[in-house]
């Protein structure tokens, strides 16, 4: 599979983990301790992980916008 194919599939995955921490987090007092604890803490290694995959697959662009040298400065 590319990598552009499994970044339309990744992406939309970080979306939904980034959306279900966020819900969860808010909602924290009305969930049961345990359903919290899954859908918190379970949401939030997996969205640990996908993030660092994700990073990994596009680091040729961090490195590329991020980490270039500065130019040379004209005076």
């Known amino acids: 599979m590319q990598r552009t ?11 939904v983990l ?3 921490q966020v819900v969860t987090g808010l909602l924290h ?3 049961l301790d345990e359903l919290y604890e899954i859908l918190h803490g379970g949401g ?9 995959v994700h ?17 040379v400065r004209k005076s």
């Open 5 to 15: 194919a499994l970044l339309k599939i990744l992406n939309p995955i970080l979306g």
């Open 18 to 20: 980034l959306v279900n």
């Open 29 to 31: 007092e009305y969930l």
């Open 44 to 52: 939030g290694l997996l969205l640990a992980m996908a993030t660092i």
């Open 55 to 71: 990073v990994i697959m596009n680091w040729n662009w961090v490195k590329t916008n991020f980490l270039k040298r500065n130019a």
